[in-house]
């Protein structure tokens, strides 16, 4: 049977953490050895208090961490688009990427070297399919080069999918358009079908091979790996280009003087409030993927519940 770990970040989760601890300690008895990692930071709530409850229990790692606003400010690359929103507060995807990455740097330890799975979960559900969950795990253990992400009835996690289903391109490349047509590019899944192939997503869970983390960490910011798998997403969907190159080839009416592209002859869009191109961090991470030849898919059965 499969060594796995299983990762979660958290913040001010208390009202839905201890289900999901107790949903996980199921899945945990499922393989033959299984580590929960969770990394939280910041939280005001009973979230803290709940994890140093289960920090010394056997096969579970917390990292607590309190984070000043300066230090923050002082860290972050991302800011609030101060002159249009007047807000004044650091990018939540800059974070939520920083979270995640601590998660990759306590599993790079050779503590975890016996693992060969990670689940990375979300853990503010209000349930996931287990079963799903463990099949997904058996494929990833047996292909080390294929990532499988989650799905709910109806899909929700738009912002981390890029689909050659949806023609649904990201708020980095065609702006706040992106939110205006978010849901008519639904996508429902029968849970009996098979594996839906997908450039990124996530829908909550997404279970990868240890090695994808040995090599790789998540982004938040327009990287080369996701200028090139936008490059390939133009060759693969047809007239995907076409269809959004008027939103390509200018700059953000709201959030403008994002970053010109000569090789797409457009702009990497200021998005969602913020001072540059934003990225999903999940995108950001599988594109790195897609471009050194893994595949990601959607798994049906493998329900995640918002």
């Known amino acids: 049977m499969t060594n796995i770990i299983i990762c979660g970040i958290v913040k001010n989760v208390g009202n839905k953490l201890i289900n999901n601890i107790r949903l996980v300690k199921e899945l945990k008895t499922k393989f033959n050895k299984c580590k929960l990692v969770i990394y939280e930071n910041n939280s005001n709530d009973n979230t803290k208090t709940i994890l140093k409850n289960i920090e010394n229990?056997?096969?579970?790692?917390?990292i607590m961490e309190n984070i000043s606003d300066e230090e923050i400010k002082k860290s972050s690359k991302i800011w609030a688009y101060t002159k249009v929103t007047s807000s004044d507060h650091p990018c939540r995807i800059e974070q939520i990427s920083n979270a995640r990455n601590k998660l990759i740097e306590e599993i790079k330890k050779k503590d975890y070297d016996e693992f060969s799975v990670v689940?990375?979960?979300?853990?503010?559900?209000?349930?996931?399919?287990?079963?799903?969950?463990v099949n997904s795990v058996k494929q990833v253990e047996q292909n080390e080069k294929i990532v499988i992400t989650g799905n709910s009835n109806p899909y929700?996690?738009?912002?981390?999918?890029?689909?050659?289903?949806?023609?649904?391109?990201?708020?980095?490349?065609?702006?706040?358009?992106?939110?205006?047509?978010?849901?008519?590019?639904?996508?429902?899944?029968?849970?009996?079908s098979s594996l839906r192939e997908i450039?990124?997503?996530?829908?909550?869970v997404g279970v990868y091979h240890t090695n994808v983390f040995k090599k790789y960490k998540y982004n938040y910011?327009?990287?080369?790996?996701?200028k090139k798998m936008y490059a390939k997403m133009f060759n693969d969907i047809d007239n995907v280009y076409n269809k959004f190159k008027i939103e390509i080839s200018k700059d953000c009416d709201k959030f403008p003087n994002g970053i010109y592209d000569e090789e797409i002859q457009g702009y990497w869009k200021n998005n969602s409030g913020y001072d540059k191109p934003v990225v999903c961090e999940h995108v950001c991470l599988h594109a790195a993927l897609i471009n050194d030849g893994y595949k990601i898919y959607i798994n049906p059965q493998m329900l995640y519940i918002r």
């Open 221 to 226: 910011i327009v990287d080369d790996n996701v």
């Open 199 to 204: 450039y990124s997503g996530f829908n909550g």
């Open 156 to 192: 929700y996690d738009y912002y981390a999918l890029r689909s050659k289903d949806s023609n649904l391109l990201g708020p980095e490349i065609i702006g706040e358009k992106f939110w205006k047509i978010l849901y008519n590019n639904i996508i429902e899944l029968d849970s009996n």
């Open 119 to 133: 689940v990375m979960i979300d853990l503010d559900s209000n349930g996931f399919n287990i079963q799903g969950i």
């Open 57 to 62: 229990q056997d096969n579970i790692k917390v």
